[in-house]
């Protein structure tokens, strides 16, 4: 486990997937992650990070936001979630005050997720909600 300044978050998960770029999970952004922290404190239960940073090439690959999107900022994160906690989450997020969060809550239990971030306008509509 690398030590991380955020308590319950390994860096490995908040790093960068693509293995190339030299992500080391500290370029989350601070307040975001103190948020997070939060908020994972006041539900009660963990979150399993399927992507936080991404840097700009690989963002390019898997998200239709390209090169800017909102992970390659430090202040989005995707958790694994469905369900009845999927519900709790998404209504603290709202709560705590992330002003973006993406439902996506089809197909394989697995693979759904909600993403929270803390973007502000003119770059990123907020506060929004959406699905994929």
């Given at each position: 486990m690398n030590?991380?300044?955020w308590k319950y978050f390994d860096l490995n998960e908040l790093k960068c997937k693509?293995?190339?770029?030299?992500?080391?999970?500290?370029?989350?952004?601070?307040?975001?992650m103190k948020m997070?922290?939060?908020?994972?404190?006041?539900?009660?239960?963990?979150?399993?990070v399927s992507s936080a940073y991404r840097c700009?090439?690989?963002?390019l690959q898997v998200?239709?936001?390209?090169?800017?999107?909102?992970h390659t900022?430090?202040?989005?994160?995707?958790?694994?979630?469905?369900?009845?906690?999927a519900r709790v989450l998404?209504?603290?997020?709202?709560?705590?005050?992330?002003g973006g969060v993406g439902i996506n809550q089809k197909g394989d239990m697995g693979g759904?997720?909600?993403?929270?971030?803390?973007?502000t306008a003119p770059d990123y509509p907020r506060p929004n909600v959406w699905s994929y």
């Open positions: 030590v991380s300044p693509c293995g190339q770029c030299g992500s080391t999970g500290l370029e989350m952004d601070n307040t975001f997070i922290v939060s908020l994972r404190e006041q539900l009660g239960f963990e979150f399993v700009a090439k690989y963002n998200a239709h936001t390209g090169e800017n999107g909102p900022t430090g202040k989005a994160m995707d958790i694994l979630i469905y369900g009845a906690q998404i209504g603290g997020a709202i709560q705590a005050g992330f759904r997720f909600v993403h929270l971030d803390t973007l």
